[in-house]
T-cell receptor, first 113, second 112 residues
Framework: EAAVTQSPRSKVAVTGGKVTLSCHQT?????MYWYRQDTGHGLRLIHY???????EKGDIPDGYKASRPSQENFSLILELASLSQTAVYFC????????????FGPGTRLLVL | GDSVIQMQGQVTLSENDFLFINCTYS??????LFWYVQYSGEGPQLLLQ???ANNKGSSRGFEATYDKGTTSFHLQKTSVQEIDSAVYYC???????????WGSGTKLIIKP
């Protein structure tokens, strides 16, 4: 049974619209992450969280907000979607921050038109 | 700053060929190095990690080592199969940092 799930799996959004991507984990992990994946760039960290009701900025947070209402749920919010935010988004969780393995969800493919 | 360079964007092999993928890293700390594999339509999953220079990690027929002298780490497999077709990412975590720093990925294509 998948331990990190994401919804929706794909989405088409209009420029300037609001987009919310959701992530749910059943690993009982403290840390959760949002990455975006672009061809030729690997994965880049957008936001992360190590406790409910708190989020931290990653390497590329501009244009994105995050919300962690509970240990299990972590959302990524694009208040004003732009063409440049077309990408595949991955959520991940880990028990701790340092040596722990990150477990990824299946990804959300976002197309902004 | 810390960085990971993965030069091979795509590798095409035949079944039973030898696989070698290399990454170079830059850090002032003591890194742990990872290989993640991403199959089509899925998220990345951990394949191997190596925490000590010159030690080997192994899993599912893959081996990984890293060389502190040349600041490089590589993934190899003696005989690839079609099911190994995937994108392979190297990644690094500095001992004092929470973040994974990712290479750009190598797409492995296995010709049947």
């Amino acid at each position: 049974e998948a331990a990190v799930t994401q919804s929706p799996r794909s989405k088409v959004a209009v420029t300037g619209g609001k987009v919310t991507l959701s992530c749910h984990q059943t690993n009982n992990h403290d840390y959760m992450y949002w990455y975006r994946q672009d061809t030729g760039h690997g994965l880049r960290l957008i936001h992360y969280s190590y406790v409910a009701d708190s989020t931290e900025k990653g390497d590329i947070p501009d244009g994105y907000k995050a919300s962690r209402p509970s240990q299990e749920n972590f959302s990524l919010i694009l208040e004003l979607a732009s063409l440049s935010q077309t990408a595949v988004y991955f959520c991940a969780s880990s028990a701790g921050a340092l040596q722990d393995t990150q477990y990824f969800g299946p990804g959300t493919r976002l197309l902004v038109l | 700053g810390d960085s990971v360079i993965q030069m091979q964007g795509q590798v095409t092999l035949s079944e039973n060929d030898f696989l070698f993928i290399n990454c170079t890293y830059s850090t002032t700390g003591y890194p742990t190095l990872f290989w993640y594999v991403q199959y089509s339509g899925e998220g990345p999953q951990l394949l191997l990690q190596v925490t000590t220079a010159n030690n080997k990690g192994s899993s599912r027929g893959f081996e990984a080592t890293y060389d502190k002298g040349t600041t490089s780490f590589h993934l190899q497999k003696t005989s690839v199969q079609e099911i190994d077709s995937a994108v392979y990412y190297c990644a690094m975590r500095d001992g004092g940092n929470y973040q994974l720093i990712w290479g750009s990925g190598t797409k492995l294509i296995i010709k049947p």
